[in-house]
């Protein structure tokens, strides 16, 4: 079955960095565009970045561009997310989900999140 | 990149049913069919209700039903039952290739 499985959350200071690390299993990864999605203690979802199945294509949100990085190595089916200079608004649960093949959307499969935390 | 908007909450009794909005513009809801919607229970990841607007995953109850018109999806829940109570939000691709959320919505079952 699907699986996506995050780490590497945990307190962090503000200005720090983070690399965060999801590990799918149960599909053909290098099939797949995949996002990372947050969510702020209390708050909605917020979109935060998505990677093609090639690694050749990526976008951000506007507030987390310059600072986060989204890679993925298709021969190990893990996805990552480097953050850096790390803000107090960073703070939530990183979700890593998988879209839809083709042309269709919606996240079909979602890991049970990470946190990061933000303070000092 | 702004957010998509959702009402903040809804309410209805079981048995009923209720429609969620999720307002957006031509660069996004309006412009694509390309609108999901998920459920979210307390302290669990979202799951996939609705995709490409009107479609249901597979396993998803048929009392869950999407739709839109013009820049406003909507999703429908009928039949409310009491594990209906939840957390939902809508998602749009974006003309820029990104994706947004709305806000959310907290449905309350009475």
């Known amino acids: 079955q699907v699986q996506l499985v995050e780490s590497g959350g945990g307190l962090v200071k503000p200005g720090g960095s983070l690399r965060l690390s999801c590990v799918a299993s149960?599909?053909?990864?290098?099939?797949?565009?995949m996002s990372w999605i947050r969510q702020a203690p209390g708050k909605g979802l917020e979109w935060v970045s998505y990677?093609?199945?090639?690694?050749?294509?990526?976008f951000y949100v506007d507030s987390v561009k310059g600072r986060f990085t989204i890679s993925r190595d298709n021969a190990k089916s893990a996805l990552y997310l480097q953050m850096s200079s790390l803000r107090a608004e960073d703070t939530a649960v990183y979700y890593c989900?998988?879209?839809?093949?083709?042309?269709?959307?919606?996240?079909?499969?979602w890991g049970q999140g990470t946190l990061i935390t933000v303070s000092s | 990149q702004s957010a998509l908007t959702q009402p903040a909450s809804v309410s209805g009794s079981p048995g009923q049913s209720i429609t969620i909005s999720c307002t957006g513009t031509?660069?996004?809801?309006?412009?694509?069919?390309?609108v999901s919607w998920y459920q979210q229970h307390p302290g669990k990841a979202p799951k996939l209700m609705i995709y490409?607007?009107?479609n249901r995953p597979s396993g998803v109850s048929d009392r869950f039903s999407g739709s839109k018109s013009g820049n406003t999806a909507s999703l429908t829940i009928s039949g409310l039952q009491a594990e209906d109570e939840a957390d939902y939000y809508c998602?749009?691709?974006?003309?820029?290739?990104?994706?947004?959320f709305g806000g959310g919505t907290r449905l309350t079952v009475l």
């Open positions: 490409d607007v009107t």
């Open positions: 998602s749009s691709y974006t003309s820029s290739n990104t994706r947004v």
């Open positions: 989900a998988r879209e839809r093949r083709g042309y269709s959307y919606g996240y079909d499969y």
């Open positions: 990677i093609s199945s090639s690694g050749n294509t990526i």
């Open positions: 149960g599909f053909t990864f290098s099939d797949y565009y």
């Open positions: 031509s660069s996004d809801v309006g412009g694509y069919n390309y």
